[in-house]
């Protein structure tokens, strides 16, 4: 069982769909279930906020990995428009994580961050490091930064994705991988 953090965003969804037609069962914290549909039997939803440690570790149990989608969210996705989420949304829920994994046994997490952040920041184009530099933007930039390093510095094993754009397209697109962090490390 795995639990999956941030299933009704856009990215969320399709991990979801996913995850489902791959035969895992998935706990789902979410703060309003009515935005998925909820009459799938491999799928038990909670509802809640992962930035409480109650609805986490009520979320937690039984899971043997974490996948998290989160993101700081803006109303509209307007790059200057207002945060829904607190600036340090992401650090503070993967501090409740790392702390809640270790005490119920999870080893396992799977983080969606962004191509940008990190080593990678070296691979940002001028005008899309304007925009981080320059909108709210970069305000997911700077705490999906400090997610990771939290990550890095735990004991959980974790994997750490970066994509470089996410699209609602459903054609099939290749995919490149690059690797960073300590070697034999698994």
Same mark, same amino acid.
């Given at each position: 069982m795995i639990l999956l953090l941030g299933?009704?965003?856009r990215t969320g969804k399709l991990v979801l769909e996913e995850a489902v037609k791959r035969?895992?069962?998935v706990n789902c914290l979410v703060r309003d279930p009515t935005r998925l549909e909820r009459d799938h039997a491999s799928i038990n939803?909670?509802?809640?906020?992962?930035?409480?440690?109650?609805?986490?570790?009520?979320?937690?149990?039984?899971?043997?990995?974490?996948?998290?989608?989160?993101?700081?969210?803006?109303?509209?996705?307007?790059? #200057?428009?207002r945060l829904r989420t607190p600036v340090?949304?992401? @650090?503070?829920?993967?501090?409740? +994580? $790392? &702390?809640?994994?270790?005490q119920e046994g999870i080893k396992r997490i799977i983080v969606c961050s962004a191509w940008g952040v990190a080593e990678t920041k070296r691979d940002v184009p001028a005008w899309f490091n304007w925009f981080i530099n320059?909108?709210?933007?970069?305000?997911?930039?700077?705490?999906h930064e400090k997610q990771e390093e939290l990550l890095k510095k735990s004991n959980?094993? #974790?994997?750490?994705?970066r994509p470089?754009?996410?699209?609602? @397209?459903?054609?099939?697109?290749? +995919? $490149? &991988?690059?690797?960073?962090?300590?070697?034999?490390?698994?």
């Open positions: 299933g009704t965003g035969g895992y069962l939803f909670f509802k809640g906020s992962p930035n409480q440690m109650s609805d986490l570790k009520q979320s937690m149990y039984g899971c043997e990995a974490i996948i998290s989608v989160l993101n700081i969210s803006r109303t509209p996705d307007f790059p #200057w428009a340090t949304f992401l @650090s503070d829920v993967m501090h409740n +994580v $790392i &702390e809640l994994a270790e320059n909108s709210n933007i970069g305000f997911a930039y700077k705490d959980l094993r #974790w994997t750490i994705v470089t754009g996410l699209t609602n @397209s459903k054609k099939e697109q290749k +995919v $490149i &991988e690059s690797y960073y962090g300590r070697p034999g490390r698994k």
